[in-house]
C-alpha cells in the first residue's frame, strides 16, 4: 500500500528549511526520530528536527530543502489505521508529510520540535548547549 498517493500537491507549510536534513537517529526506546541539518554557513550551526512518540513513519535518508505539511482528513486516517494504534488515542497524534527535492515521506509522532544550536560540529551533542527553539507542533 503506496500511503500519501491521493494528492498531487501537498497541504501549506507548516515548517520549511533551505538546509539538508538526514535522518540522524531513531530510537525505538524512546519512540524518538532526530532529523539534523548543519549550516554551510559560517557560524551557522545546526537545526535538529526532533519526533517523538513514533508510532509510524515513511522516510528517505535524506531531505534537501525539507518542507513539513499537514495531511488531508483522509491520509490522517489511512496513515493511523495503517500504524496499529489504538483508536482512544487518535487526538494524542499529530501526522506531518514531509516533502523535499530528494525524497518525501510521513511522521505520525505526539510532538514535534526544531531547535537551531550554535555549535557547528554535526557529531558533537552537549546536553547543556545553548539552543534555540524554532517551531513545534503537538496535538
Known sequence: MKILSRRSEPGPVIFGS????????????????????VSNQSGGGRVDLLFEGVAAMQLTMRYEALKVH?????EFQEIFESSG?????????????????T??????CA???AERSREESALQQDPDEPRDLIWSLRP
Not at 70 to 74: E, I, L, Q
Not at 86 to 99: A, P, Y
Open 70 to 74: 499537514p495531511v488531508d482528513a483522509a
Open 103 to 108: 525524497g518525501s515521506g510521513y511522521v505520525q
Open 111 to 113: 510532538k514535534i520540535t
Open 18 to 37: 533551505d538546509l539538508a536534513f538526514q535522518v540522524w537517529k531513531y530510537g525505538v526506546g524512546h519512540s524518538q526520530l532526530l532529523l539534523r541539518a
Open 85 to 101: 494504534v489504538d483508536e482512544k488515542w487518535r487526538k494524542s497524534f499529530v501526522i506531518v508529510r514531509l516533502t523535499s527535492r
